[in-house]
């Protein structure tokens, strides 16, 4: 009952759709938004998201990344860095 309505509260843009290599050969879907919201203090709160798909054995995964915008920069490359280690079960 306390959230607004979610088409004014809510702000969602895609920024970037790629797919690239990692260091190792695979190839990964990257989806990159920027989003934002109203808290209840009235006060904009933006959010960056990194989702990433890649293939696997069973089907397609998905890993998603999302931080606070502000934190983007410190966090991020951690991220990346686990996305270099991804190895595909081919048992």
């Known amino acids: 009952d306390e959230i607004p309505n979610a088409t004014t ?3 969602f ?3 970037t759709v790629q ?4 260091s190792s050969g695979i190839q990964i879907g990257v989806i990159e938004a920027m989003s934002s919201f109203t808290n209840p203090s009235s006060d904009e709160v933006d959010i960056y998201q990194k989702q990433v798909f890649f293939k696997g054995k069973t089907g397609t995964q998905s890993i998603i990344f999302t931080t606070l ?5 410190t966090t991020l490359p951690v991220f990346n860095a ?4 991804i190895k595909i079960n081919s048992k």
Do not use: D, N, S
């Open 9 to 11: 509260a809510f702000r």
């Open 13 to 15: 843009e895609v920024t």
């Open 19 to 22: 797919i690239v290599t990692t």
């Open 69 to 73: 915008a502000g934190l983007k920069e």
């Open 82 to 85: 686990m996305l270099e280690t």
